[in-house]
């Protein structure tokens, strides 16, 4: 219905200031361009135009102006949430969650433990898989879960026009269970109307399940969940930047792990406040689901509320922080969302032209690590704000020692991770680089490849300096991990005719060592 109304120019996009030009292509629907922006608008800013006549366009100028200077105005007008104590939210559910199985296995997300005589099947789904799949295929797909969230979460009421999304799920070898939990999931906890696609973006796997089986299975969608194939191995970041360009219908993409369950009344607290702000990007609150008995439990840490903030210390190691008396006070209410300098990356919603607007993905980054911190710093940095939203809970399973893995192709070279950092330091760190060569100077010497079009991008955006960051929004960083010193001398401490080394294992300075492989990437 949409797709008739008249296109922008391309050239700027229907707001008069060559500015605005997004930094990729906008996308294209079955050869039709799409512009999201005008379907925003709606009726209301039409007669707007038709009531004031030539003054529009000034109009409109003094709303880019006055909201943000490099990316397109905010048009969606959208309530802020309200609290409503005792009154049940309009989007919480009415009845208690059925179970996919009555009284099945692992219903309210509670542990599933099989005997002794599953032991070896188990180890050998553990080294393939990274979980125990066999209790896995033994719990429904559609299972209930345990609702987690504080119980203030139950009486926000939100605003019904909510952007949509699009769900951007990529995996590469995933087991069936967990990857189908997750579509199973999503479907059955979000509002219909406001799902527009599930995107599946396959990373070139070669287990058979996840070929003609997995085609035919999400027929019964009817064409809600889509698979995209890569031609190669792509790695986890790029194939979140090829899920953005396949993703075309939905307002909002909202990027989600391959063995995850959404928790109850997830989407509205995660979607309202882009809704609200269309340069916010939100993450919910992660849980961890047990990758052996599939429990679900609050993750640990942060404050006496379990709340945290996304941080790093100085050698680019994800850290979780508790929340600050500043963003405490800042908030009138205790589930409100909060101010978060960095995300884990894995699970998060930003708006679909606001991603585009930033580029997506560094192009060079490869396989996996340090896009998080990326797109952290480009949001904030850029004119943009990053929240955690403590009524939005996701569940997630993290991989069991034992797992085998999955190397990198050939053709990505030696150590892919570190020279994403060494990329994303040398564009968004300024002078705080030297920090992280203090504490990896082994990476020194990497070949990072070319970051001119990056350094552009942050120029042509008046993006601010990582002093700025440092100092307004990741100000309890120091606290936790002081700036490391000069280094005087570095090397590995190595056992005599061994392959063993004493290793840092991550722990800040006064923290224990212990004995572990030597990996000549620092920390030895």
């Known amino acids: 219905k949409e797709a008739n109304r008249p296109m922008p120019n391309k050239g700027d996009h229907g707001l008069g200031n060559e500015k605005f030009k997004p930094v990729v292509p906008w996308p294209h629907v079955e050869g039709v361009e799409v512009d999201l922006e005008s379907i925003r608008r709606k009726k209301k800013t039409k007669n707007e135009l038709n009531h004031h006549g030539g003054g529009g366009d000034n109009k409109q100028q003094n709303i880019i102006q006055r909201q943000y200077l490099t990316f397109k105005p905010q048009t969606f007008v959208y309530r802020d949430p309200v609290l409503r104590p005792g009154v049940l939210g309009n989007f919480e559910p009415k009845e208690p969650e059925p179970h996919g199985v009555v009284g099945g296995p692992g219903e309210e997300a509670k542990p599933y433990v099989l005997g002794p005589d599953y032991k070896e099947s188990i180890q050998a789904s553990i080294k393939e898989f990274g979980f125990n799949m066999v209790a896995s295929d033994m719990i429904s797909l559609d299972r209930s879960v345990n609702d987690l969230r504080q119980e203030e979460c139950k009486y926000w009421h939100y605003d019904e026009n909510l952007l949509t999304s699009s769900v951007v799920i990529v995996f590469h070898n995933e087991g069936w269970s967990t990857l189908m939990r997750t579509v199973h999931s999503v479907i059955k906890r979000t509002p219909r109307k406001y799902l527009a696609e599930i995107v599946l973006i396959d990373d070139f796997s070669n287990k058979a399940h996840l070929k003609e089986r997995l085609d035919e299975y999400i027929k019964r969608w009817n064409g809600l969940v889509k698979v995209f194939r890569n031609e190669r191995r792509e790695g986890l970041i790029q194939a979140r930047s090829i899920g953005a360009q396949k993703a075309k219908l939905g307002q909002v993409l909202v990027y989600l792990d391959a063995h995850c369950e959404v928790g109850i009344n997830w989407y509205a607290p995660l979607i309202a406040p882009i809704s609200k702000d269309r340069t916010t990007c939100t993450v919910p609150l992660i849980d961890v689901i047990d990758g052996n008995t599939y429990k679900i439990v609050p993750q640990g840490g942060g404050d006496e509320d379990g709340f945290a903030r996304g941080a790093w210390d100085w050698s680019m190691l994800w850290k979780r922080v508790p929340l600050t008396k500043r963003e405490k006070e800042s908030r009138k209410t205790k589930t409100e969302p909060y101010r978060s300098p960095a995300m884990a990356g894995g699970l998060f919603a930003i708006e679909r032209d606001f991603f585009f607007e930033l580029g997506l993905y560094d192009p060079g980054l490869q396989i996996w690590g340090g896009e998080n911190f990326e797109i952290s710093y480009k949001i904030w ?76 991008f942050r120029e042509d955006h008046n993006c601010k300096s990582f002093k700025w960051f440092m100092e307004e929004i990741a100000y309890d960083i120091t606290s936790y991990y002081p700036l490391p010193p000069k280094n005087v001398d570095w090397g590995e401490i190595r056992g005599f005719e061994t392959s063993y080394c004493i290793d840092s294992m991550g722990h800040t300075n006064g923290g224990f060592v212990e004995l572990g492989p030597c990996h000549r990437m620092g920390g030895n």
């Not at 943009?384 to 034992?402: A, E, M, T």
């Not at 085998?404 to 330091?425: A, D, E, M």
């Open 381 to 456: 940095q850029c004119g943009g704000k990053l929240l955690f939203v403590p009524c939005s809970r996701v569940g997630h399973i993290y991989r069991l020692q034992g797992w085998q893995g999955n190397p990198p192709p050939v053709y990505v070279g030696s150590s892919p991770t570190l020279k994403n950092y060494v990329r994303v330091v040398e564009v968004w760190w300024d002078e705080y680089k030297d920090y992280f060569y203090a504490s990896r100077p082994e990476t020194k010497a990497l070949p990072y490849g070319d970051i001119s079009e990056l350094k552009k």
